[in-house]
């Protein structure tokens, strides 16, 4: 079975700072990868997804996610956050199997608090 | 606008007493999921409907059951619940298995 692991439980920020949250995971063959985003009285929702093709990819409100095979890794980042990017921060991996990719494997969460 | 409803938002129910969170979609989706999130955890899939085949992970307590009558409702029923049980439950959908998937707000049981 697939594990997920976030390095940082809590990041605190200020305003402009850059971002980086780790994600690893543990698994031998072909995954899906996402990371999620909570905010604060919300849903989760789609951040960014990584299928397949260039490992570098793009979400939505200017973060990105590379993933590094090798490393089984799949970080996020921003280079200049804001305080609205204050929230829970998922990463999720997805396995393909012979039947098909089932539910999603979440990691703890990072909980990231921007300061004005 | 929504597209994935939950109700109740919050249910408290007492130990030992049936409960039924229910869920909705409007996107039409083939998969519906159920997960489970214990307060600072992560989240936990308890089992998923691909159309009308149910899919249980190994480790969901026979305590929990679902049902889906149509494509547009799930439900989680928890048969007698436990103190244990007591955790925010989430609704996902996704078109085919492996790809978005879109969640509900979630429904925080507590148990007394």
């Known amino acids: 079975a697939q594990s997920v692991s976030q390095h940082n439980h809590h990041v605190i920020l200020s305003e402009a700072a850059s971002l980086e949250l780790g994600c690893n995971y543990s698994?031998?063959?072909?995954?899906?990868l996402f990371w999620y985003v909570q905010y604060p009285g919300q849903h989760l929702q789609l951040l960014l997804k990584?299928?397949?093709?260039?490992?570098l990819v793009k979400g939505i409100k200017g973060f990105e996610a590379e993933f590094i095979k090798s490393k089984f890794s799949f970080n996020l980042r921003k280079p200049s956050v804001q305080w609205s990017d204050t929230a829970e921060y998922f990463c999720?991996?997805?396995?393909?199997?012979?039947?098909?990719?089932?539910?999603?494997?979440f990691g703890k969460g990072t909980h990231l608090i921007i300061q004005p | 606008d929504a597209m994935v409803i939950q109700n109740p938002r919050y249910q408290v129910t007492q130990f030992g007493k049936p409960v039924t969170l229910s869920c909705s979609q409007t996107?039409?989706?083939?998969?519906m999921y159920w997960y489970q999130q214990k307060s600072s955890q992560a989240p936990k899939l308890l089992f998923h409907?691909?159309?009308?085949?149910?899919?249980n992970e190994a480790d969901t307590p026979d305590n929990f059951q679902s049902r889906r009558p149509n494509t547009s409702f799930c439900f989680l029923d928890i048969r007698s619940p436990g103190l244990g049980d007591a955790a925010m439950y989430l609704c996902?959908?996704?078109?085919?298995?492996?790809?978005?998937?879109?969640f509900g707000p979630g429904t925080r049981l507590t148990v007394t």
């Open positions: 996902a959908t996704s078109t085919r298995r492996g790809s978005v998937q879109y």
């Open positions: 999720a991996v997805n396995a393909e199997s012979g039947g098909g990719a089932d539910g999603l494997t």
């Open positions: 990584y299928f397949s093709g260039d490992p």
């Open positions: 996107l039409n989706h083939n998969v």
């Open positions: 409907y691909y159309d009308k085949d149910f899919n």
């Open positions: 698994y031998g063959g072909t995954v899906n």
